[in-house]
């Protein structure tokens, strides 16, 4: 940017409440970065009930991140904030033109919410919480592996026959699955070497090498190890 | 001529069960019926095991419904056949134009997810699930109505200072929001008598009435009282 006071004021007018960690505030970090817009960073602790505080639910009464500022707009609810940004920014498109595709695309990004699901229901957010790892408590990640191994396999298939969730090329889809996934890694689990769901690791090879993923990294992630 | 869309939607074999399934079969019977798309009915029931049949496997690996085929399309995930539906036949249209207003009816759609979600933590799925009432099980019931005031008391406030939930047209919100709702009144509680929620009351008086919401009834619910 060349004018020093344009991209202050751009900055201002967008402002993203987020905590580090939530797969759903990576998914919208991923997409402003995609896309290349500017916009203020309020770190919320919620552990500090920073999310709790009159001055947050009044933007978002249910006091959850992400929550954007864009203008006068406030908007919540992570799929909502994402259809919002492709659409209010389309130079880089993060959903197809085509609606077959884009239907795909869609399918994919709500059933996630199954993804997020599986791993509440399978114990795996309780091991991942502990700061558990499977070379440790090898009894309980077998468990846990035992009942997210389906999930796992309808992903694995849905990439069998293509580079992306929604066909040939990076969309919201994709962005949503990554940070819903990369917990596994977080705990150890290498994708790109994973024989038992090969087309989650050549798509994992093609994603988290983006600028988009590297940069978003959550902060408390990059203090350990 | 419009291709004949087949439509797939499920009962349980229980009188009551409520959850995704029910309200989302409802809710996409109701956009057909705003959209005046003829399609045709396969009524499955879990009990008997349909929804886990190879043949409906094929189509949904999920095996859950709603599932909709269209032409050579199959679409599950509600909201992903939702926002399909509007695009694919928009004469007549369930999302405003304007995006500011388009992305509130996306951030209501999504937040409907953790009104089913305060469904289910509150204990009220179960009371509804055993068939009981308000006026026998007084009880329980005040439990239950204790812990969903709050959610209540929110989209009574979304609905204070407008017709409808993204502003003066009836929209996919309004269809995802009264889908979940209904299963309150089903047990008896009158929105629009409410004092407590008046607002949720006067938008259920104009909602309720619409001919899409009528012919939509699930059939078991029309066998009972």
Redesign the interface.
């Known amino acids: 940017k060349i004018f020093p006071s344009l991209f202050s004021s751009e900055m201002a007018q967008r402002v993203l409440y987020w905590a580090s960690g939530s797969p759903y505030v990576r998914k919208i970090q991923i997409i402003l970065e995609e896309k290349g817009l500017q916009y203020e960073s309020k770190l919320l602790s919620a552990a500090s009930g920073d999310t709790k505080k009159p001055e947050f639910l009044a933007l978002n009464?249910?006091g959850k991140v992400p929550t954007l500022v864009d203008g006068d707009?406030v908007?919540?609810?992570s799929?909502?904030i994402a259809?919002?940004l492709d659409?209010?920014y389309p130079e880089k498109p993060l959903l197809p033109k085509d609606?077959?595709a884009?239907?795909v695309a869609?399918?994919r990004?709500?059933?996630t919410?199954?993804l997020a699901g599986v791993f509440r229901d399978s114990g795996f957010n309780q091991f991942y919480n502990k700061q558990k790892n499977p070379q440790e408590s090898v009894e309980e990640w077998t468990e846990v592996a035992i009942k997210i191994k389906g999930e796992l396999a309808?992903w694995n298939?849905y990439l069998s026959d293509r580079d992306y969730l929604a066909g040939n090329t990076f969309s919201l889809a994709d962005i949503a699955l990554f940070s819903q996934l990369v917990a596994l890694e977080r705990v150890g689990k290498k994708f790109v070497e994973d024989k038992e769901f090969p087309h989650i690791g050549s798509w994992w090879g093609k994603v988290s090498v983006r600028d988009s993923i590297k940069k978003t990294v959550p902060p408390h992630w990059s203090n350990t190890q």
């Open positions: 009464p249910r707009k908007l919540y609810e799929d909502a259809l919002y659409e209010k609606l077959d884009k239907s869609w399918m990004i709500f059933e919410s199954t309808l298939n």
